[in-house]
């Protein structure tokens, strides 16, 4: 199963995918993550990204292209994935579309996270990550939504889109998100996902 889940900041794609990469035994791959650890660990590519990511601004498109590309090859992948925070933009969700045709695995769903703009704000401002001042998340905010929000047509027209509250519990959300896959792709049962990657537990 390959699935990428897309929403705003704020939305909950991590809690969530860390859930369903679990559940699955997945791979969770999480973009913002990778660069926090790059940052922490004062490589090239964490001092790369720094200033974008205090901004609030998206790292370049080729900066992530070529360091996902790279992290999708990893052995862990092969067997599946969850993605969370990449694709943000147009070329790489080309980009990424390119390399899993390349591969003959192409994604499976993509899996957006609705929450109410004021619930998005409340939630940030909650969670006291160092780029969760409140100029920087009015700009990611700002950014999610001439970039990345063109993501849910392009995977709407390819059929791929599923669409859940996020609203609510972390278990409600999942209940939702485990509903998606056979909404998705009528090609699979009810069951879809298990179907598609038998639980690991
Ligand atoms: P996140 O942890 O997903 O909220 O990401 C934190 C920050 O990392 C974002 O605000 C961006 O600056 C950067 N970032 C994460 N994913 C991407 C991406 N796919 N493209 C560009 N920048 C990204």
Redo the contacts with the bound molecule.
């Keep these: 199963m390959r699935v990428v889940l897309l929403g705003a900041?704020g939305a909950g794609?991590?809690t969530q995918a860390a859930r369903i990469a679990d559940r699955f035994g997945l791979a969770h791959v999480?973009?913002?993550?990778i660069?926090r650890a790059n940052i922490q660990a004062r490589t090239e590519l964490g001092r790369a990204?720094q200033d974008?990511?205090d901004s609030?601004?998206?790292?370049p498109d080729d900066v992530?292209i070529a360091m996902m590309l790279e992290r999708l090859g990893e052995p862990d992948a092969a067997g599946g994935f969850v993605l969370?925070?990449?694709?943000?933009?147009l070329s790489?969700a080309r980009a990424l579309d390119h390399r899993l045709a390349e591969l003959g695995t192409p994604l499976d769903a993509a899996i957006n996270l609705e929450v109410a703009e004021e619930e998005l704000l409340r939630r940030l401002l909650a969670r006291g990550r160092s780029?969760d001042t409140e100029a920087t998340v009015r700009n990611?905010l700002r950014v999610f939504a001439t970039t990345t929000k063109p993501l849910l047509e392009y995977y709407g027209e390819a059929g791929l889109l599923f669409s859940v509250s996020a609203m609510g519990s972390i278990d409600e959300v999942v209940e939702r998100i485990l509903g998606a896959p056979a909404h998705v792709s009528h090609k699979q049962p009810s069951d879809a996902w298990a179907v598609l990657a038998p639980p690991s537990h």
Aim: aromatic share 12%; net charge negative; hydrophobic share 30%.
């Design positions: 900041p794609k991590g999480a973009t913002g993550d660069f990204a974008y990511i609030g601004e998206l790292v992530v969370d925070g990449f694709p943000r933009s790489q780029d990611r």
